[in-house]
């Protein structure tokens, strides 16, 4: 059923950090089962709220996406729970967090910066909620990785090409 489809949640409304926050699954095409490119031209040609994550797409999830009929099922995460409770941010969302690390950043050769993995890890965290510091490292490892970076050096960082960062997206 799943495969390697994810719905993109968007925050629908939030009772500030005494209420729960309430995501609903956004449908494009009358479906909300999208794979990971499909994510990703979503949020370049549809303008979608800022607020939002990926929350894949199993048996377990799979009502979330509703039915094309009526009201749209709810996702609430209680307070103290974040979009890491249950998903991940999207590609394009977590680039803007190296892309908001990279002003300023040492650059060791002229297309290559350091993003030090505790800034990293700072921004992340800022703009998307507390998480298991490795969870979250995890998710920034396999991003910078997909965009031919590494880890490099003593503090930890990122080295990854500049312009792999500011590039316009390909899907």
């Known amino acids: 059923m799943a495969g390697d489809r994810n719905m993109l949640m968007v925050l629908h409304d939030d009772d500030g950090p ?12 009358g479906k909300a089962a ?5 994510v990703e031209e979503v949020l370049v040609h ?7 994550f990926l929350l894949p797409y199993t048996e ?25 409770s249950c998903g991940e941010p999207t590609r394009t969302d977590s680039i803007d967090v190296l892309k908001t690390v990279l002003d300023g950043a040492e650059s060791p050769e002229p297309n290559a910066a350091l993003l030090p993995l ?27 990785l997909s965009l031919d970076g ?22």
């Open 18 to 29: 005494r209420g729960p926050s309430i995501w609903v699954a956004l449908r494009i095409d």
């Open 34 to 38: 999208l794979t990971l490119g499909e």
């Open 46 to 52: 549809v303008p979608v709220p800022k607020r939002r």
């Open 60 to 84: 377990q999830t799979a009502h979330f996406g509703g039915d094309g009929v009526g009201v749209m099922p709810t996702l609430a995460l209680p307070p103290g729970q974040t979009l890491w």
């Open 118 to 144: 505790a800034s990293v890890l700072r921004e992340a965290t800022e703009r998307f909620g507390e998480a298991d510091v490795h969870d979250v490292e995890t998710h920034f490892d396999r991003l910078v």
């Open 150 to 171: 590494s880890r490099a050096g003593e503090p930890p960082a990122y080295l990854v090409r500049i312009d792999r960062i500011l590039q316009v997206p390909r899907f």
